[in-house]
């Protein structure tokens, strides 16, 4: 699969280099999207990963059931008023990666989480971003993955972010991230840039690339 990108300089959205053709890696695992649209009055996301069956609620109650076996919750967040907008998860040595899009009185953040389903318990939790989660992707013991003007690199086994970029709102209004991808030492993410033309917003697609191992940006040299 041939993705062809365009490389972002600065925030009027001129170009610096010439279409790449990027190659998407095998070795790079994709999270899987558990209904991402914005409900209201909703029971919750379905989530499934090994032998267990998972339903995790709106405002947070994480109930699971183990095939042939028995039921049980885990508590992934204490506080009670505040709901969940959106979810993207997937497994990591037997636990679950879990990444919630959170609101609480009009305040928006994104929160990732290790869990051992078969311990039932939280591993590790940790702040990620802000609202609009978009895709992520794991690759040995990292994940990739952004939010609204955020791109950032977490490593799952301690649950501490690497490196992020958590300005690229303010410098490239850059609103969400519709596609990642991993190719040997670069990260590159397609976002969609917003623009004020005539009083009129408009969007466009552009690629950013970051070293994966330290976050710093690819430049035409």
């Known amino acids: 699969m041939i993705i062809s990108f365009l490389i972002f300089v600065n925030s009027t959205c001129t170009l610096r280099e010439k279409s790449e053709a990027i190659r998407y890696t095998v070795s790079g695992e994709k999270i899987s999207k558990d209904s991402l649209k914005r409900q209201i009055n909703f029971p ?42 959106a979810v993207e998860y997937s497994t990591y040595k037997k636990d679950l990666i879990i990444i919630c899009e959170l609101n609480k ?4 953040w994104s929160e990732i989480a ?10 590790w939790k940790t702040r990620f971003g802000s ?25 799952l086994k301690k649950g501490k972010v690497v490196w992020q970029k958590d300005d690229l709102w303010e410098k490239y209004k850059v609103n969400n991230f519709e596609k990642i991808v991993l190719y040997k030492d670069t990260l590159a993410l397609i ?16 690629t950013f690339k970051y070293n994966k191992h330290n976050g710093r ?4 040299q």
């Open 105 to 108: 009185g009009g305040e928006e």
């Open 131 to 155: 609202f609009n989660l978009s895709t992520a992707i794991i690759q040995d013991k990292y994940l990739f993955g952004s939010t609204l003007g955020y791109v950032g690199k977490v490593d």
């Open 191 to 206: 976002g969609r840039v917003y623009k004020m033309n005539n009083k009129t917003m408009t969007g466009k697609a552009v």
């Open 44 to 85: 919750g996301y379905q989530l499934k990963a090994s032998h267990y069956d998972m339903l995790l609620s709106a405002n947070g109650q994480f109930n699971v059931t183990e095939r042939g076996g028995e039921s049980f919750k885990i508590t992934i967040f204490q506080d009670t008023p505040l709901s969940i907008k």
């Open 217 to 220: 940006e690819i430049t035409k």
């Open 114 to 123: 290790r869990i051992s389903l078969e311990k039932r318990k939280v591993k």
